[in-house]
């Protein structure tokens, strides 16, 4: 059938099964904010929109007199960047996609963008091809490649005089933002499309709907392209494809639709930041809480990293997602292509979740019982009952609790001073 561009058409379009399967994604926020690499990726907005006294202070301290934001771009290298390195990376993190800022609200693009003159990264900066060139090394590394672009752009001159009308006129839409949707699709195929910028003007303005219905219809990844829910200034939450919400969103349960929460390991930044510190940044238990808690619900988890001016990963982050890796390359099986389970938490707390697959469900415990007795009240088991530690060989003994569930006793631990905390997966068998 083809699509119609109403909501009520796009709405009813299946989501391609891979997204569901995938479960887990990294996101990379990358631009010229990465030059200054202070206070976030808003940094032009804070410092020129707003006129932030701690950014002009900022500015003033750092760069010449007179310095604008522009000044910047040149700065802006990616020398360091190896595409493959970061496809690697990005496989032993676990992630079964990838999501690039080809272009954020500063209206940079990562492309050589033909309506973006000399403010892209062909024309300036790196030189380069930045959308292509890690699109290229992630299909080799046969990783699901998905494009962010921002539908305005803070300060374009035709964007400025949209707003003025009331978003009556759409020159900006029709010379800047649709032509570079299309330019994207038609060039890399993304497999999905994270949409963003959408909160100032309605879809009429958009022309999302339109633009959905051909990639839908009659676009090369018709089939398999998969979208976000941010197209317009009510579509959040309610209309597109799989839904975002909000950022960090945490929905507390199970929601009726697909949806993705987007975490960043700096808590404070989605790009690089050079003054970060440890205690600003997710450690490993507090990102495998969040993956688990976020699958439970049926959702995705699309963890961020911003990297430097040069395309540097610094080797926190690099840490962070390694350890990720190492976790899901143990307990993935209760994460990828898992379903929500009738159950998705231990009623009496929130230190246990469930999964499913089939007749197989999964119980992750983020904390370490400290009598090595796991106790599940949600799980009915039958004379047919088998239990197995996800990386642990043999199976573990149960019996039934006096109340209902039943009592797991987990393999011995070495002593520790410290109670051992990131989270473990039992694999129920014969169980209802």
């Known amino acids: 059938p083809r699509y ?17 399967q995938a479960k887990v994604g990294v996101f990379v926020h990358w631009g010229v904010f990465s030059v200054p690499a202070w206070g976030s990726e808003w940094f032009w907005w804070h410092w020129q929109g707003e006129h932030r006294a701690d950014y002009e ?54 492309w050589g963008s033909p309506v973006s003159w000399n403010w892209n990264s062909l024309d300036t900066g790196p030189h380069r091809d930045l ?36 978003f009556k006129t759409q020159n900006f839409v029709l010379k800047k933002t649709m032509p570079e949707l299309y330019d994207l699709v038609l060039k890399y195929k993304p497999d999905l499309i994270w949409s963003d910028g959408d909160w100032e003007a309605p879809e009429s303005y958009w022309n999302s709907t339109s633009f959905l219905a051909w990639l839908y219809n009659d676009s090369p990844v018709k089939d398999t392209v998969v979208v976000n829910d941010r197209w317009c200034n009510n579509c959040s939450c309610r ?6 919400c909000a950022d960090k969103y945490k929905p507390g349960t199970l929601p009726a639709h697909k949806w993705e929460m987007c975490s960043s390991i700096d808590k404070l930044s989605w790009g690089y930041r050079s003054n970060m510190n440890i205690a600003e940044l997710m450690d490993e238990a ?43 390359d143990t307990n993935g099986e209760a994460i990828y292509e898992s379903k929500p389970w009738r159950v998705q938490m231990e009623n009496s707390t929130d230190t246990v979740w469930y999964t499913s697959k ?53 393999p011995y631990m070495l ?11 039992v694999k129920l068998e014969g169980v209802k």
């Open 286 to 328: 507090s990102i495998i809480e969040e993956l688990v808690q976020t699958v439970s619900f049926g959702g995705n988890y699309l963890l961020n990293v911003g990297p430097t001016k040069e395309g540097v990963i610094v080797p926190i982050f690099q840490e962070r997602l390694l350890a990720l890796g190492r976790w899901l």
């Open 4 to 20: 119609r561009p109403d909501w009520a058409s796009l709405d009813a379009r299946p989501l391609p099964p891979w997204f569901d």
């Open 358 to 410: 089939g007749p197989v469900v999964y119980a992750i415990f983020l904390i370490w019982p400290l009598d090595n007795i796991l106790e599940l009240s949600s799980p009915s088991p039958s004379p047919a009952t088998q239990v197995t530690m996800l990386g642990f060989a043999g199976t573990l003994k149960w019996q039934k609790s006096p109340g209902k569930g039943l009592l797991v006793t987990l």
């Open 57 to 110: 202070r900022f500015v003033q301290r750092r760069y010449p007199p007179g310095t604008t934001y522009a000044d910047f771009a040149p700065r802006f290298t990616a020398r360091d960047f190896q595409p493959r390195e970061w496809a690697q990376l990005f496989q032993r993190a676990g992630a079964r996609y990838v999501v690039l800022t080809t272009k954020h609200h500063e209206g940079f693009t990562n």
């Open 239 to 244: 209309h597109g494809g799989y839904y975002n």
């Open 131 to 166: 959308v292509g060139e890690l699109g290229q090394a992630l299909r080799e590394s046969n990783i699901r490649y998905g494009l962010y672009h921002s539908l305005l752009e803070w300060f374009n001159p035709l964007y400025l005089a949209d707003k003025e009308s009331g």
């Open 415 to 425: 002593p520790s001073p410290l109670p051992p905390q990131s989270g473990w997966a």
